[in-house]
């Protein structure tokens, strides 16, 4: 059975909440499948200590998105059977400050569509309810928007809405796979933040006329920005050959 989702109004209160003393206590925490968008990546990277690639390699496994044909990375388990999350522990999450948007907005998942009469994107909101979650029993209530104030969805949302652009520009020029080169180019300008200044630096990645790198490099979301900036140049570059 499929677990519900109902539309909620930004303003409806909700009541749940998620602590150690909620009986389904790091439940949510495992048979993960659990993506991550760049972001996410540079969040945790930087609250863990590790380079981009030192993160990628330890914590990370890579695959090509089936509608986008885009490379996405997901959370390697840390018990192959119980499919864990590699960065819970038995007292919670242990980078809770740099947890990913997925786990933040939850139990509310995040939809944007685009107004058919306006054109505007729009915001929407649906509640999961899943059979093993107690938090719908404790706590008290809040409403949407309260609930991404605290849980300091803001910047990630802004950030990962430059990922769905990103997305949608794909979809408009390709539906297919990268090429191995170009998804390579791809991949490293997303999540490898590190090794992508490295690499346009030294002349290895295509040169797509966008604004110098060492404009961005001081500061790490900048160069995110960037390096999806890069990306979408590359793709229009390359699909209108």
Request: one cysteine or more.
């Amino acid at each position: 059975m499929e677990s519900p989702l109902d539309s909620i109004d930004p303003d409806t209160p909700f009541r749940f909440a998620c602590n150690p003393g909620v009986a389904c206590f790091n439940e949510c925490c495992r048979d993960l499948n659990q993506f991550l968008t760049p972001y996410d990546v540079l969040r945790l990277k930087r609250g863990l200590g590790l380079s981009s690639r030192q993160f990628l390699e330890q914590y990370t496994r890579r695959h090509t998105g089936p509608g986008s044909g885009l490379p996405v990375v997901t959370l390697k388990p840390g018990d192959p059977e119980r499919l864990t999350c590699p960065l819970v522990t038995p007292d919670g999450c242990r980078v809770y400050r740099d947890r990913p948007s997925s786990c933040r907005t939850y139990p509310l998942v995040r939809v944007l569509r685009r107004s058919r009469e306006s054109g505007d994107v729009l915001e929407e909101y649906r509640l999961l309810r899943e059979p093993h979650c107690r938090g719908f029993d404790a706590g008290g209530q809040q409403t949407v928007h309260e609930w991404a104030a605290d849980q300091e969805l803001r910047q990630y949302n802004a950030e990962n809405d430059r990922l769905l652009e990103l997305i949608g520009l794909k979809a408009r020029l390709s539906s297919k796979a990268l090429p191995p080169s170009l998804a390579e180019q791809v991949f490293t300008a997303l999540y490898d933040l590190d090794l992508f200044h490295t690499r346009l630096t030294d002349g290895r990645l295509t040169k797509t006329g966008a604004e110098p790198m060492e404009e961005a490099r001081p500061d790490e979301v900048a160069m995110l920005r960037f390096g999806l900036e890069w990306v979408k140049r590359l793709l229009e570059t390359t699909f209108a050959r």
